[in-house]
Structure formats: structure tokens, C-alpha cells
């Protein structure tokens, strides 16, 4: 590897499931500039959100640290848990590069920049567009931020909050960055997340391709479902959906995931334009995935493949030798790498985080994870609803409430249709797979056990109808004071 510091480019997407871009995705789907990346690069096909929710995921990137030990399970405000001392950006930003940031952050409150020498953000776009005088307006179909219905944006493609991120990525590439030190940019997508409303022709692209149908299980919508998971499905009634509107919602789900891969070409034209391609470093993940309707369900929160399991991919600079360019790796990865990965590659070491350097994992000179841990939260934060752990094949999920537990083996069912949690033939893969759990979360402060044991409360007893009249899916629009505007 070279001495000169590479620029560095990190590349997110809001909501986005593994099973949507390179080797696993549907061979109908377009997403040629992801698949350059991977043609260039190291995919993690094992890749994990350890907290399947916005700021959870992104407070994990920004602090290299694991879910259990900065403590955010939910959607709190991110200064609660961070400041600007010890961020990826403020890393970076001592090791001489310029940083900035476009597109969601999920920084609370709103505008907090965490150590960011510049950041713009999706309330930037929908102020420019309120100010246009232009006789349309984005987002004015009346679907809200996590409603799982398709819908056709309001404007044209060109003027879609994806097309201004890349575009102002874009622009700080080529006009806007100190052309005499690295450059550190994290251009974050807001989609697919809700709502699903790709312009044409994305909208289009997919209606009549062969869809996946939704993942049906064995335990969803009997009495073997959790009822921590059955109560979020039935909050937002996502288990009344038709599978007519999920298969259109999965066709508007790929056509904004293609529209962000070609918006994403013209971020790597520009760097192409001023000769910084090839001396890039390149990261693309998102920060938790999307159920879609298996299992009756949809958004995240929980281990399942669908929810948690995320793209992963490390494209090196050209220049560098032992790239492993077109490889996959199939170590356990989480957003907590991202910091050491990055800060290692700049010149610098981040030995006082949780994650690892992945690019000495997936070269063999540091060994992976044993297993990855998971905690998720209705949305709040506080006690978790489930605590999950996986070894790569194997998944063990335990919900406080009841409790309850699931158990998956994933080479024989990866898409968990079959939960063998009272199997006796795997008692004792149940059983190493939660002392796992304990022995993680007693390392990590310990701070949702309860008597250095997972937590247990009985069953709250709520009736279906209250749980459909008691929470709201995210009707909140471009006028909402927090950083979700997608």
C-alpha cells in the first residue's frame, strides 16, 4: 500500500436490503455503476446492521463503536451519544482532510455537524424547491415516511432529492473541494426509504418484471411469532397488506434503488473529470435494510435477514497493490468498521473502537468476528424488543417480552421460514449462541440486562385494535423539523 493518503468517498443508501444489488440481487434489476464497485472491489456478503434503525446505524459510523456500547438503540438525538471529539470526520479531519457530508445525516438535532467541515442536507433541497417558484413540488402525493404503499413523485427525475444529492456531491468533487489535501465525502441517499415513489422511469422499470413474492414462514401469523415482532407489524397494519400492494411496493422499492445507482454514475463522472477515480477510496453500504412484507411485515428494527442484513463493498484505490478487487468476503461486517477501516487506510490507527479494519480482515491479517450482536428498539430507544446475536450461519433472537425466542439456521434456511428455537435436535446451538449474547453484552456494559441476565417482562396484553389505533406510520412531510425528509 502507498504512503499517500487516499481520497475517500462513502457512499450510503437509507433502507436498502442486501438482496437488492450485486451478487444476490434479481437479474432483472439495473445497477451497473454497483456493480463496477464490486468488479473493483471487496464485497462483504456478511454485513450487519448491529441496530436496525437510522441513528442507531449511523451513530455506529460515525463512532466506530458497537450499538451496546454507545447506548442509542433508537431514533434519540445524536448529541446525546456523540460530540465532535473521536467522529470519523474529526479523524479524518487530523489526519488532513477536508470532510463534508450530503444528503441525510440523522444528526439531532437537526444541523449538528459532529465534526463536518461542511454538510447540506435534504431540508436544503426542499428549501431551494419551496423557493423555485416552480408550478411543482416534491413529495405532495400525501404519503408519509414509512408508509409501504408505491407511489409516482411529483417532479421530474432531475428534480428529485436524489438527483440534488448527487449533483451537490457532484459539485463539491469538482468546484468546492481545497484541491491541495484528501478529501473525506459521505454522500448519503435518503432512499428507498418510504415513501416509494421513484419518478419515471423508474416507476416503470420493474411493474412487469418477475418480483420476488414476500417471504411466508411458519411462525409470522401463528402463535409461534414473538409478540414484540406481531405488535410492530400490527401498529401500522403492515400485516393487512395485499400482496398486490406489496408487489407493487417492491417495484417501486427497486426502481428508486436503480435511480440511485444511476445518480450515482454521475458522481463518479466527476471524479473521472478531475482525475481523482482511480485514488479513490470507495464504501458503499446502507444503514439497515427493509422487510417488504416477509413475514407479514415490513420496515426494520429486527435481525431478520430482510431487516438487518445490509450491501457492504470496499473498492480500493487502483494504485494500491493486494487490492482483492472482485472478491467477496464472507466475515461478519458492521458499521462499526467503517471508522477503523477508513482511519487505517488514511495513515491513521483507531484502536479505542469496536469495529475492525476490514481491509486487514478480508487480506487474512486480522481475523474476523465470531459472532455479531444485535439490539433494536421500537423507534425510542430505551429497552430493547429483541436481543440478537449471529455466527454467519446461525441466528439466535431473544425478546424480553414473554420472552421469546427464534432460532435460525441459515444454510438451510436463508430466508428463515423455519424458526427451530424448541427443536431439541439444536438445544445446544441455542444455547452457545445466547451465552454468546450475555457474554457480548456483559462486555459492552451490560446496560440492558437486568441481574446480569437477559431481561424478561411479561406480556403487555394489548388487544389488536389497540395496537392499530396507537401509533402512527411517519405521516410527517417536508415541513418536519427532523432530519427524515427522504
Known sequence: MPTERPNILLITTDQQRFDTCGRAKPPFMRTPHYDGLMHEGIEFTRAYADAPICVAARIGIMTGRYVGSHGENGNGPTSKTMGREGTLPTRLRALGYQTAAVGKMHFGPERTRHGFDEMLLPADYYNQMTRSGLPYQPMRHGLGQNELYPALATVPEALTLTSWIAEQSAQYIRERRD???????????????????????????????????????????????????RRCSQEWSLDLLEPEIIREARAAYYGLITQ?????????????????????????????????GDHASGCKRFFHEGSAHIPFLLRLPKSWSDRRHGSTCDALATHADILPTLVSAAGGEASDVDGRDLLAVARGQTPGRDYLVCVGNNFTGGAPIHMSVGDGRWKYMYYPEG????????????????????????????????????????????????????????????????????????????????DVRH
Request: charged content about 20%.
Open 179 to 229: 484541491p491541495t489535501v484528501p478529501f473525506f465525502l459521505w454522500t448519503s441517499f435518503s432512499k428507498p426509504h418510504p415513501p416509494l415513489d421513484p419518478p419515471e422511469p423508474y416507476y416503470s422499470m420493474y411493474r412487469n418484471s418477475a418480483i420476488p413474492e414476500a417471504v411466508v414462514s411458519n411462525w409470522s401469523l401463528g402463535s409461534r411469532c414473538p409478540e414484540a415482532f
Open 260 to 292: 440511485v445507482d444511476y445518480n450515482m454514475g454521475r458522481i463518479f463522472n466527476a471524479l473521472q473529470d478531475v482525475g481523482l477515480l482511480n485514488d479513490t477510496l470507495i464504501v458503499y453500504t446502507s444503514d439497515h435494510g427493509e422487510l417488504l
Open 403 to 482: 420472552p421469546a425466542e427464534q432460532l435460525f439456521d441459515l444454510a438451510v434456511d436463508p430466508t428463515e421460514q423455519h424458526d427451530l428455537a424448541d427443536e431439541p435436535a439444536h438445544k445446544a446451538d441455542k444455547a452457545r449462541l445466547r451465552a454468546a449474547l450475555l457474554d457480548h453484552c456483559r462486555a459492552t456494559g451490560g446496560r440492558w440486562l437486568r441481574n446480569n441476565d437477559l431481561p424478561a417482562v411479561p406480556l403487555a396484553g394489548d388487544s389488536v385494535a389497540d395496537r392499530r389505533n396507537s401509533n402512527w406510520p411517519g405521516y410527517h412531510g417536508e415541513h418536519y423539523n427532523v
